[in-house]
């Protein structure tokens, strides 16, 4: 048996009250659960994967929308907790399950993906997930948050320290992982802002900083023993884990002991049991002297959908009760349902006899409910008989009727919006008569994703519902679900009719057209302004109207009304889901103060909008407060801070801050110049495929600074950042062309490239391509000139030198007469509301209006 270090940290908070509410709803619990057993160049883990997959089948089985992956690289780790992280956004709870290496660095816990390599100082930043990150997003926005570490240690790492933020740092000498809250670091993210927690829970498979034991089974021993009891009702957390602790010493012979820290103020459980058993207290049976007859006793309900038995606690003094012939005495026990099939034989009771019979119905969650069966014996048969008959024939209509009704669901198909809460599913509801609408339906199956409920009730698989209840169904699917389909079943006891329908989770249109990348309180992977069209506007204001108290719909509505050039509605509609506490909404809002939008600039009240929504975890907000306090814009400098604050911007995908810490390591702003720490920034956001990411590499390869001189490689990169609509690398691919570096000189090609950068805004695309001097290309030339003119006053004399200024005055008067000529044919009547007084003031205000009238959203460059 392999000795290896399992460090499994459970943390929950439970928040009074939260405010960054997203697209879950109060009631849903969420779990991520990774499981890393084959590595790439890390030492295989045994039981990882099957521990995983154990975990969560039982929060499956608990009601929690498991969101899981197994060997999963540091890409797929991003993106399986990207969905798990929008579907916790206001859960009542949210789990994190991890099997697998995880390494301690600086007193902080980093958990591994498979592709990790850990072979260079550079690679936790790059490579790992930090813990402490995870749990304290998931305090901002879920009720109560327990995170299981699971995590080998048997220290296979190639090298001894990394870079954390601004330090070099050792790891750890001693086994197993940290205690989350013990680093003099911390986390990168701020303290929860909303409320504080009331309790906390820290539960390790073993103590710290000891190992623990593979086992020689399929499990671990501390999976082994938490599956066990996890799956237990009405068990509280701390009860649970004692439990768990007895078993684990017991299986290792005390080698390994459980261990937790808890300052919980409240009970937690991960099952709780249904309500009990409904049973009709007193039943009337009529019985014939001398003849026995059936007993037909209402078959019990069990809300928690689990087999029900009953035991016989009293039998009748007079007479036998049987089931297939057999007697039935005190203390025997049948299925609930055989309660129908019970024959009273009366034997030698003479007619007006009176027996009692009790019975109590058990569940599987250890729960009776009594039942009593009030036995007459009559002496009239015939009446009897009748009675019998009458109440046969009434039950085969009840039953009809009831057939019917399922028969007219079968085959319905149901949509439901994700991430709005519960929907109804919108079956029509049953016939009137009570005593049909009273008929128990079993619920013989239900989606593996998502909850069903009745009410603020959840509804499992095989239990039982009254009729009456179908057409009060609702279902509430998960983030991430929107491609996935289920099935809701219906049926008689017994078999004797079935409904059988669909469910299908569907996108709201506006969270497919006009969400945010990497909005954690949306539901959907996100557009960027650029591909935002013009249906996204009339789909949004649809949504919003219908949806009023859902704050992304508002935030969404802006962004359709930015791309649609209506900023004033956009400010409003932004600012209304910045009041519900939409934190990508309030990014907005510091962006409309840093840049005037709407008055002068004013990084302060950028900074503090920027500082309120990075609480929450966002990643445009870390990054925005981050770069704010690293150069000291709007905020008092703090370099260290603001770096962490980016890296955990980073660390949740966000490529532009990649590139910004790729910026100031490759060229050494505020900190020591590290060029390959930088690149390795760059190229992490390039395995994203961000367009910034690519021209940023091409001209490393293009300069040969920190890597070797590669125009091939330059030019592969510039031409996928082009394609991808980046503003600036077609003018690097037109330079290239103009100069001859890496391929053949072509001025047609090169007139062509930086045309492209001209009209994507570029200053030094317009300026190079009006000096390119082509055949019968003079006028052209001289509206790229006039072009660039505007574009540097745009970008703040990004030219200093005002190059374009000089090149055009230096322009023949004629030709610029014909750019100005032509730029007006194009204007039309918009061309006299140009500025008058010189040539040059006139021809660079007529470029930039042909400029607008071309690129109708302008505000993208």
Not at 677 to 694: N, V
Request: hydrophobic share 40%; proline share 6%; glycine share 10%.
């Amino acid at each position: 048996m392999r000795r290896r270090l399992r460090s499994g940290l459970a943390a929950l908070a439970v928040a009074v009250a939260f405010g960054w509410v997203g697209a879950a709803q109060a009631g849903a619990r969420v779990a991520l659960v990774i499981g890393n057993s084959h590595y790439e160049s890390l030492p295989p883990l045994k039981n990882a994967e099957n521990d995983s997959r154990a975990v969560a089948d039982v929060l499956r089985q608990a009601g929690f929308d498991v969101y899981s992956g197994a060997d999963l690289t540091r890409l797929k780790f991003d993106e399986v907790m990207r969905q798990f992280f929008r579907a916790a956004n206001g859960a009542d709870a949210a789990i994190v399950y991890y099997s697998g290496h995880g390494v301690q660095v600086g007193g902080r816990n980093f958990l591994v993906p498979t592709d990790a390599t850990l072979s260079t100082p550079y690679d936790i930043e790059q490579q790992t997930i930090d813990a402490a990150d995870m749990h304290r997003y998931l305090a901002a926005h879920a009720r109560a948050q327990l995170i299981f570490l699971d995590a080998c240690r048997d220290n296979p790492f190639k090298i001894d320290k990394f870079w954390i933020a601004d330090s070099l740092t050792p790891v750890a000498q001693t086994r197993g992982l940290a205690r989350i809250g013990d680093s003099a670091g911390g986390s990168s993210l701020p303290a929860n802002p909303v409320t504080g927690a009331i309790g906390s829970l820290l539960a390790y498979s073993t103590e710290p900083g000891a190992v623990a034991l593979d086992g020689t089974g399929m499990l671990s021993p501390y999976t082994t023993a938490f599956v066990k009891y996890a799956a237990t009702a009405n068990l509280e957390v701390r009860q649970m884990l004692t439990m768990v602790r007895r078993d684990v010493i017991q299986q290792t012979q005390g080698r390994q002991i459980p261990w937790e820290n808890s300052s919980l103020t409240e009970d937690v459980y991960l099952f709780r049991s249904p309500p009990p058993p409904i049973v009709q207290q007193m039943a009337r049976v009529e019985a014939v002297a001398g003849k026995p007859g059936p007993m037909l006793l209402p078959e019990p309900r069990q809300p928690g959908g689990r087999d029900l038995r009953a035991r016989i606690e009293t039998a009748p003094d007079k007479g036998v009760v049987l089931l297939n012939g057999r007697r039935l005495t005190t203390g025997d026990i049948v299925s609930a349902s055989d309660l129908r099939a019970l024959v009273y034989d009366p034997g030698e009771a003479p007619a007006g006899s009176v027996s009692l019979m009790s019975y109590a119905v058990l569940d599987s969650w250890g729960q009776s409910s009594p039942g009593v069966a009030a036995i007459t014996v009559a002496a009239s048969p015939a009446a009897q008989v009748a009675q019998a008959s009458q109440a046969e024939d009434a039950a085969r209509r009840r039953v009809a009727e009831a057939s019917a009704y399922l028969k007219s669901l079968d085959g319905k198909a149901s949509t439901a919006t994700i991430g709005v809460g519960p929907q109804p599913l919108g079956l029509s509801p049953p016939p009137a008569d009570k005593e049909v609408a009273g008929l128990d339906v079993v619920v013989a199956a239900t989606p593996d994703f998502g909850s069903l409920l009745i009410g603020d009730r959840p509804v499992a698989k095989g239990q039982r519902i009254a009729l009456a209840d179908a057409s009060r169904l609702a279902f509430q699917p998960p983030v991430g679900s929107e491609k996935r389909s289920g099935r809701l079943a219906l049926e008689l006891p017994g078999g004797q009719a079935a409904a059988a329908v669909d469910l299908k989770p569907t996108m709201e249109a506006c969270d497919a057209e006009a969400g945010a990348p990497l909005d954690l309180q949306g539901v959907a992977r996100g557009r960027l302004p650029n591909e935002i069209d013009a249906k996204a506007l009339e789909d949004c204001r649809s949504a919003a109207a219908r949806q009023p108290d859902v704050a992304r719909f508002r935030y969404q509505l802006g962004r359709a009304l930015i791309a649609a050039r209506k900023p004033a509605e956009a400010r409003d509609q932004i600012a209304e889901a910045a009041r519900r506490r939409h934190l990508r909404a309030i990014w907005e809002q510091g962006n409309f103060e840093a840049f005037g939008a709407f008055g002068k600039p004013d990084l302060a009240k950028a900074a503090a909008l920027y500082q309120s929504c990075s609480t929450g975890g966002d990643p445009y907000c870390l990054f925005s407060y981050g770069k704010a306090l690293f150069y000291g814009q709007g905020e008092a400098k703090n370099v260290s801070r603001g770096l962490e604050l980016m890296l955990g911007a980073a660390e949740l995908g966000h490529t532009y801050a990649m590139n910004e810490i790729g910026y100031v390591f490759t060229y050494g702003r505020n900190v020591e110049k590290d060029v390959e720490r930088g690149l390795r920034f760059y190229e992490a956001g390039a395995a994203r495929a961000d367009i910034y990411s690519y021209n940023n590499l091409g001209l490393v390869y293009l300069r040969g600074a920190g890597r070797p001189a590669d125009p091939a490689k330059a030019m592969d990169y510039f031409r996928k950042a082009a394609d991808g609509g980046h503003p600036y690398a077609p003018t690097n691919i037109g330079r290239m062309y103009r100069d001859g570096v890496g391929v053949q000189a072509d001025a047609q090609e090169a007139a062509r490239w930086l045309a492209l950068g001209a009209e994507r805004g570029d200053y030094w695309g317009a300026l190079d391509r009006g000096r390119i001097g082509l055949s019968g290309d003079r006028v052209e030339a001289t509206r790229y000139l006039a072009l660039a003119v505007w574009l540097n006053k745009l970008r703040d004399n990004t030219d200093p030198d005002r190059q374009a200024e000089q090149a055009l005055k230096q322009a023949p008067a004629a030709d610029k007469r014909k750019a100005a000529e032509a730029l007006a044919a194009a204007l039309g009547p918009e061309a006299r509301q140009a500025r008058s007084g010189d040539l040059d003031t006139r021809l660079a205000d007529l470029a930039e209006r042909a400029w607008k009238k071309r690129n109708p959203r302008y505000d993208l460059f």
